[in-house]
Structure formats: structure tokens, C-alpha cells
């Protein structure tokens, strides 16, 4: 009967709505997320900003003999001086791996 049909329909229109509450409160925490992801990016030197240009900018490339694995990461150096080394207090951008000599 209609007046079923109406109530079903309402309900639904009930049910929608919530949910495109509950969508818009997780994407407003999703962009809350990925902010605080480019800015930790940034602090690390591994997110290139808009305003600089990637043909300008100097960087690290990291390269691998397995093909998968070279170039998946790339380090933009800061304007001005960035300190490269093995010292995490001392250095902008702290190397790790085999052959690098803690100090």
C-alpha cells in the first residue's frame, strides 16, 4: 500500500542521510591524515613542495640492483645547505645501510 511505500521510502531517505554524515566525517579525517602525512614528508625532505620545481631541485635517488627497488625513493634537498652523514644530530639527511659506518 502507499502509506507503506512512503514510510519505506522516508526511511531510506533516513538511512542515506547518515550515511553521507558518517562519509563526510571520515573524509574530513582523511584529510586531517594525509595533511599531517605531507607535512612529516616535508620535514624529512621527501616531499617535493608545489612551489619549487623538480627540474631545478637537487636530490638523492636511491638505487638497487633489483630493478622493483631502484628509484622508489627520492630525498629533495633543502634550499640552502643540507648536512649529509651517518649522525642523526648532526645531519639534515642521516645514511643507513651496509658500508655506512655509524659515528
Known amino acids: 500500500d ?4 512512503a514510510a519505506a521510502l522516508r526511511q531510506a531517505e533516513i538511512w542515506f542521510e547518515q550515511l553521507k554524515a558518517e ?13 599531517q602525512r605531507l607535512a612529516a614528508l616535508e620535514r624529512l625532505g621527501l616531499h617535493q613542495s608545489e612551489s619549487s620545481s623538480s627540474l631545478s631541485s637537487p636530490y638523492f635517488l636511491n638505487v638497487s640492483d633489483d630493478p622493483i627497488l631502484s628509484g622508489c625513493l627520492t630525498y629533495y634537498l633543502r634550499e640552502g645547505s ?22
Request: with cysteine; charged share 30%; net charge negative.
Open 23 to 35: 562519509w563526510k566525517d571520515q573524509l574530513g579525517g582523511e584529510v586531517s591524515i594525509q595533511q
Open 2 to 5: 502507499q502509506a507503506d511505500d
Open 82 to 103: 643540507t648536512v649529509v652523514g651517518s649522525d642523526p644530530d648532526k645531519c639534515d639527511a642521516v645514511l643507513r645501510g651496509l658500508g655506512i659506518h655509524d659515528v
